[in-house]
């Protein structure tokens, strides 16, 4: 029996075209492992940051974060299921040339699960709202405690910055901002009117993604600990309050939390801030206990590693 059998109630049975108020927030705690880049497009373009207050008191301060746009989070995590669909022959041709079902290139399928959960818009008229509500991760320190730069260059076959043949100096030089390893992002997904093995297969790829942010071949590797889970009729409270609270919780009067911070001291500030907020949302609100949280990762994991399983799973989705 699963643990999510339990909850069956504040799930679907099968997709639903009209919505039902059946919401299930994942919370997350994004670790950056190694060196990462969160920016809009390009080399040289600086990180996504944003002004924001430190704190939720009246006396706190204004603070610049770093942010992980909402796209970048989860184009990540689309590419990671559409690749066990691949896998398994589970991305099906579309449009007049019967191409497979790609991300970016206006060819949706309108019928694999990547386009039912995280939705598409064609451009012959089909559409599919997205089911994962998302928004920018905010990280809990300010930009300059957790921001360096690094200076780029790209050598020639001769280890040095000319070329052999003409003598001329490359041009491929530069400074790129990065963010430190051990910066901490807080993030809520959204799950709306999903089925238990839409919600396995959504948590799977956040689970299984790892690479985050520019350059992701070479930087960027990130751990997504999932810290709560919660069914409820309505959203609850935004990124920027959860974050903000969390800090309050841990600057204890200080203008800054210490960097780095041990993951275990932030988990529980962020689960107590989470239980506080909880008083704000207007609806019912049930949390996965700490153990059956712990049992809903293992199902999600014994689920990935047996091959004929997955299988399964996947055809049934």
Known sequence: MSIL???????????????????????????????????????????????????????????????????????????????????HNLLYPAGKEQRICSLNTNNPCERCIDCMVYGYAAGGGGAQRSRVITDDAFSLHAAPLIVGTRQFNALFDNSTMRDPETNKASTSIGTDEYIRPEALFFDIETLKDVTPDELRYILGNVLRATRYGAISSRIGKVRNHLIGVAFSDCELFSNLEWVQHTYTHLS???????????????????????????????????????????????????????????????QRL
């Not at 390009?42 to 301060?61: I, Q, Y």
């Not at 992980?68 to 989860?74: A, D, Y």
């Not at 962020?270 to 199902?299: F, H, K, N, P, Y």
């Open 252 to 314: 204890d009067g200080q203008t800054e939390p210490d960097f780095p911070l041990y993951v275990n001291r932030v988990v529980q500030a962020a689960r107590q801030s989470a239980a506080d907020l909880r008083r704000r949302v207007i609806g019912r609100v049930e949390w996965l206990s700490s153990d059956e949280l712990g049992t809903l990762v293992t199902e999600v994991g014994a689920l990935y590693a047996d091959r004929d399983a997955l299988a399964a799973f996947l």
């Open 5 to 87: 059998d339990t909850y069956a109630d504040r799930l679907v049975d099968t997709y639903q075209a009209y919505p039902h108020g059946r919401f299930v927030s994942l919370l997350l705690l994004r670790q950056v492992e190694s060196e990462a880049i969160f920016r809009t497009e390009g080399s040289g373009e600086p990180l996504n940051k944003e002004f924001v207050f430190a704190g939720e008191s009246d006396d706190t301060p204004l603070i610049q974060r770093v942010v992980i746009s909402k796209r970048k989070q989860t184009a990540v995590e689309r590419r990671i299921g559409r690749e066990s669909l691949r896998e």
